[in-house]
């Protein structure tokens, strides 16, 4: 930048402050020690051209590709000096922000890069479709609650629930590893222990100690669809699966209606609500169309190849009612099917006593589960985490086919 | 091995002259990361496709700055005692029984000569932190995705401080800090904690422009016209909606290929031979079966023939 070398250096470096700041509220987390790397990188290359000036900043303060955009973005308004009041206008004008649906990436992602810079100057109000959750909770009867379908579900009754799912013990199922860690029947001689124990006796004895593969939980990928047919369930899901992610370290999160939102991070958020607020800020397709196959296309180019690794499990909540389901969608499945460890299919529509699958989005995604579970109760979603810890394979998603055929 | 430690450069300009004289051309945005790392003294995370040469630029530096390259192949399980240092067990038992022999009773004494260096096989991560004639040694530590997170947390010591501890030897720190290059594919994401020490970059495929210098340097005597189209193809290919987009290291290999079957210029069926050089799905391979290949190969060749 050639205008912020005749700046005093402490102006100067009080610029890239301000801009890590921008940076930082755009959802690039940065702490003050990048910009103490900041400072020392420019000092290291010299300011030469807007080119290098850009690269050098974007070594120290961009530290995953998703970032690239938004650090473009926030570099291009922050150095410019002339013009940017212009382009500023242009991309708050109704025309951008008002047709989110149609396009999707940049503009949601100027819009956080502007709310970070211009903080203030312009509210935008998200809609955010919070359903108020303030009655006091009474513990109500259990065995009514255990078996009442969420969705028909009173407020208070929700609350329960959400403190029962809370309470939801998650055994999951433990997988070996190549890792090994010391054990008492392990199948190998663990020379480094036996020979500190020998020593501690003066070296006279040899007491062989073992080592043996070392367990985990694998990791969970949810898939959840939040489409209209779901809208009933999509809160408490994402209140099972705040749960687990609690619990657990490797937990994805994906949320899928026409087009797929990464809500991982969100759900971190040690707080429910918080977490929950979190994600629907991040979501733009609350209750709106399934595209199955085109969302699990997304996923399965995009994701697959990152979270999939280490024998995942895979959570798809959806009720399979695709809205034009062709040969994509079972190409798709049978693709995400062949990258996981273990595809459990969960359907609230199980809840109806008189369930068959007749709808073929669902006869054309059943062949390619490896199990079909309900989840519409908190007794069903007692039973997934038992399933899940067992290797059950109880619920065969062939049988449903055999009895609509 | 030269005595005389060769310097690292001064500018980018320098480094950019410097990655092309062992034949890697890089964008000016990579250079500027390597600049930085060398002169800050920084680890350097790259992140990208299979195949866009991200080992190579570990390669090239010690290449060009004439130091040893060590290099750490991560996978899962991959532990201390592999990616560290073990003890010589048998070594140690043998000294132990010899001390007995010689009738030495004091235990503490015994215990501290086992320990000792003699018996230490260091592994890559302790070789890099020894000093070494020809100027601290190039680290390549390749495919951290495919390691656990125990041992990403691991590697925060190494490389936030340069250091590492041995609970019987105590803790070893490196004179002068290594040239560390962090590879990953992103099969899964590396902890920010880890990103946060080092300089991040994203390798991308390269430009067409780009592309065509990489194989005329990497494939002496290819002709003009076949390189012209080999670059198009792939170019125009990894615009389709592949599972997996050929890297350039498929290109050259394709190139490779091509140039050992004597074609002076891509056509149809020569195409369809050889496309599993560059796609490993077979999804894709059938996705470009038909007319498909075809299809692509006349619009590169109109694209040509245009900038001509």
């Not at chain 2, 030897?169 to 590396?190: M, Q, W």
């Not at chain 2, 970059?201 to 290819?222: M, N």
């Not at chain 2, 003009?224 to 193809?233: A, C, D, H, M, P």
């Given at each position: 930048m050639p205008n912020t070398q005749q700046d005093a250096p402490g102006r100067f470096a009080e610029n890239i402050l301000y801009f890590a700041r921008a940076l930082r509220a755009a959802g690039i987390p940065l702490g003050p020690r990048s910009v103490l790397d900041a400072l020392e990188a420019v000092r290291a290359a010299g300011v030469g051209t807007k080119e290098d000036f850009y690269w050098t900043l974007h070594a120290v303060f961009v530290k995953r590709h998703e970032h690239s955009v938004l650090f473009d973005q926030a570099f291009q308004i922050f150095f410019r000096k002339r013009g940017y009041l212009e382009r500023l206008i242009a991309m708050m004008s109704p025309e951008m922000t008002g047709a989110p649906a149609q396009t999707p990436e940049e503009p949601q992602a100027?819009?956080?890069?502007?709310?970070?810079?211009?903080?203030?100057?312009?509210?935008?109000?998200?809609?955010?479709?919070?359903?108020?959750?303030?009655a006091s909770f009474t513990v109500?009867?259990?065995?009514?609650?255990?078996?009442?379908?969420?969705?028909?579900?009173?407020?208070?009754?929700?609350?329960?629930?959400?403190?029962?799912?809370?309470?939801?013990?998650?055994?999951?199922?433990?997988?070996?590893?190549?890792?090994?860690?010391?054990?008492?029947?392990?199948?190998?001689?663990?020379?480094?222990?036996?020979?500190?124990?020998?020593?501690?006796?003066?070296g006279a004895l040899i007491d062989l100690k073992y080592r043996g593969p070392k367990t985990k939980n694998p990791p969970v990928v949810a898939l959840l669809d939040i489409s209209g047919s779901m809208s009933q369930y999509t809160r408490l899901f994402l209140h099972f699966l705040h749960a687990i992610t609690d619990a657990r370290k490797r937990v994805h999160t994906f949320l899928f209606g026409t087009r797929l939102t990464n809500v991982?991070?969100?759900?971190?958020?040690?707080?429910?609500?918080?977490?929950?607020?979190?994600?629907?800020?991040?979501?733009?397709?609350?209750?709106g169309g399934t595209r199955i196959a085109t969302s699990l296309a997304?996923?399965?180019?995009?994701?697959?190849?990152r979270v999939l690794t280490q024998g995942a499990v895979v959570l798809l909540f959806t009720d399979g009612l695709e809205r034009d389901p062709d040969e994509r969608l079972e190409f798709e499945i049978d693709r995400l099917h062949r990258s996981c460890r273990r595809l459990v299919w969960l359907n609230p529509l199980l809840r109806f006593s008189g369930f068959e699958a007749r709808a073929r989005g669902i006869r054309t995604m059943l062949p390619h589960v490896d199990e079909m579970r309900p989840i519409h109760n908190l007794q069903s979603m007692r039973e997934l985490c038992e399933a899940l810890s067992q290797h059950g394979r109880h619920a065969d998603p062939k049988t449903w086919?055999?009895?609509?055929? | 091995m030269t005595q005389k430690i060769l310097p690292v450069p001064n500018s980018i300009d320098d480094t950019l002259k410097l990655l092309s004289a062992a034949d890697y051309l890089a964008d000016r945005s990579l250079a500027t990361v390597l600049f930085l790392a060398l002169r800050m003294g920084r680890p350097i995370f790259l992140e990208g496709e299979a195949g866009v040469g991200k080992t190579e630029i570990a390669k090239v530096l010690s290449q060009t700055l004439g130091r040893k390259l060590i290099r750490l192949q991560c996978y899962e399980g991959l532990d201390v005692a592999s990616a560290v240092y073990e003890w010589n067990y048998a070594a140690q038992m043998i000294a132990i029984r010899a001390a007995e022999a010689e009738g030495k009773q004091d235990r503490s004494q015994i215990e501290h000569d086992v320990f000792d260096e003699r018996f230490l096989i260091k592994r890559p991560l302790l070789q890099a932190l020894e000093p070494d004639t020809a100027g601290p040694p190039v680290l390549l530590i390749d495919e951290l995705d495919r390691s656990d997170e125990a041992f990403e947390a691991f590697l925060l010591e190494v490389l936030a401080d340069f250091q590492v501890t041995i609970p019987e030897?105590?803790?070893?720190?490196?004179?002068?800090?290594?040239?560390?290059?962090?590879?990953?594919?992103?099969?899964?994401?590396?902890?920010?904690?880890?990103?946060r020490r080092c300089l991040y970059?994203?390798?991308?495929?390269?430009?067409?422009?780009?592309?065509?210098?990489?194989?005329?340097?990497?494939?002496?005597?290819?002709?003009?016209?076949?390189?012209?189209?080999?670059?198009?193809?792939?170019?125009?290919?990894?615009?389709?909606?592949?599972?997996?987009?050929?890297?350039?290291?498929?290109?050259?290999?394709?190139?490779?290929?091509?140039?050992?079957l004597d074609a002076v210029a891509l056509d149809p069926a020569t195409v369809s031979d050889t496309l599993g050089v560059l796609l490993k799905y077979q999804d894709d391979i059938a996705r470009l079966e038909g007319g498909k290949v075809k299809e692509l190969l006349d619009q590169v060749q109109a694209e040509l023939r245009a900038a001509e």
């Open positions: 100027s819009q956080r890069v502007l709310d970070a810079l211009f903080a203030g100057a312009e509210k935008v109000e998200r809609e955010q479709q919070e359903i108020e959750l303030d109500s009867d259990r065995e009514v609650l255990e078996t009442k379908d969420f969705a028909q579900m009173t407020a208070a009754e929700v609350a329960a629930a959400r403190d029962a799912i809370k309470r939801l013990v998650l055994g999951f199922d433990n997988v070996k590893t190549r890792r090994l860690a010391p054990h008492p029947h392990g199948h190998r001689i663990d020379l480094r222990r036996t020979l500190r124990a020998s020593m501690k006796g003066g991982s991070r969100a759900l971190r958020e040690k707080d429910p609500d918080e977490a929950l607020a979190a994600c629907s800020a991040s979501v733009l397709d609350w209750s997304a996923f399965n180019k995009q994701w697959s190849r086919l055999a009895g609509a055929a | 030897l105590g803790t070893i720190k490196a004179e002068r800090p290594p040239i560390v290059v962090i590879t990953s594919n992103r099969t899964r994401e590396i902890h920010d904690a880890l990103k970059h994203w390798v991308g495929y390269p430009s067409a422009a780009r592309e065509l210098e990489i194989v005329r340097a990497k494939v002496p005597g290819i002709g003009k016209k076949l390189s012209e189209q080999i670059v198009g193809f792939v170019q125009a290919m990894r615009k389709q909606d592949l599972f997996k987009s050929p890297g350039v290291a498929e290109t050259l290999d394709w190139a490779t290929a091509l140039s050992e």
